[in-house]
């Protein structure tokens, strides 16, 4: 990476910690979503501490079944980024008033409930029971809240007549319209992974954390194109990116064709008093000529 991107990393990721003081920008929430599909790292860098500090040996599970009194720790570490979003959010309710800002606060407010019941849950040792149960209705909230503001704010699509089904009127990938429809069934398929923790039998827990990790990893690469899409196609449609501004009249081209003759006497009307301005000019040239060779 260039110096100039290695800073803007660290500009913009520093800012995020600071979430609330200041203007949220477009990059701002954009790098706070990235975050939120990175649970699966931050919440485990508490599990790598673990293992670094008790050592690789046969009772290195110990830090990833039953994360104990300390299951804190790693739940703040991975409702972290949640938490900032939903800073974000309010803040920007804050400065322009728009309760869609709250509503999407909302949905990682669920969030952090959905996986808080998550490590309670694990904390118990994953037993069926009344957390069970509870963390399985807010996943089940939260996923179907994240997963419709994805297809309808985020990405914008599921809009009426659309000329292809289910997507927008303005798309940008005209060569590739099946990857919509591929986005659009993978994202909300993913939204629901969680399910791969609730069978008792099947791969060992940590293989499937992993692969719901990953696969989240690759919905938001997924969710940024559409997204940068979104928001690029919303700058035009405002004329914050733009480069032709309509003009505020009709310009009717016939009727300045038809007006030849009024064309020939201005072009005329602008040669004579091109002449007579050069004429002026050599004249006043002159003058000045004489009246130096006279001071002279």
């Not at 060569?175 to 994202?187: G, K, L, Q, R």
Request: proline residues 4%; charged residues 20%.
């Amino acid at each position: 990476m260039f110096k100039s991107s290695r800073w803007w990393l660290i500009k913009n990721v520093s800012k995020l910690l600071t979430s609330g003081m200041h203007r949220v920008e477009f990059a701002d929430f954009w790098m706070g979503d990235q975050f939120c599909s990175l649970v699966f790292t931050l919440s485990n860098l508490y599990y790598v501490g673990c293992v670094y500090t008790t050592g690789i040996d046969a009772s290195w599970r110990q830090c990833t079944s039953h994360p104990g009194p300390r299951w804190g720790v790693t739940f703040l570490l991975a409702s972290l980024p949640l938490l900032v979003r939903l800073v974000q959010s309010v803040k920007r309710w804050v400065d322009s008033r728009l309760i869609t800002h709250l509503i999407n606060g909302g949905k990682y407010g669920s969030g952090i409930i959905q996986y808080l019941f998550y490590f309670l849950w694990r904390e118990q040792g994953g037993k069926r029971g009344p957390i069970f149960v509870l963390w399985c209705i807010f996943a089940t909230n939260y996923s179907l809240y994240a997963g419709s503001w994805d297809l309808l704010m985020d990405w914008s699509l599921l809009r009426p007549h659309a000329p292809y089904p289910f997507l927008r009127p303005n798309l940008l990938y005209t060569n590739n319209i099946p990857f919509y429809y591929f986005a659009i069934v993978t994202n909300i398929l993913i939204r629901f992974i969680w399910v791969l923790y609730i069978p008792e039998d099947g791969p060992d827990f940590i293989l499937r954390t992993f692969i719901a990790g990953f696969l989240e990893a690759l919905r938001r690469w997924q969710w940024n194109f559409l997204r940068l899409e979104n928001e690029h196609l919303g700058n035009i449609d405002q004329y914050r990116v733009t480069r032709e501004v309509p003009l505020p009249y009709s310009y009717d081209a016939a009727s300045h064709d038809s007006d030849g003759e009024d064309e020939d006497d201005a072009h005329d009307h602008r040669s004579i008093a091109s002449r007579s301005w050069k004429h002026g000019r050599r004249d006043s040239v002159s003058e000045h000529t004489t009246a130096a060779e006279v001071d002279a």
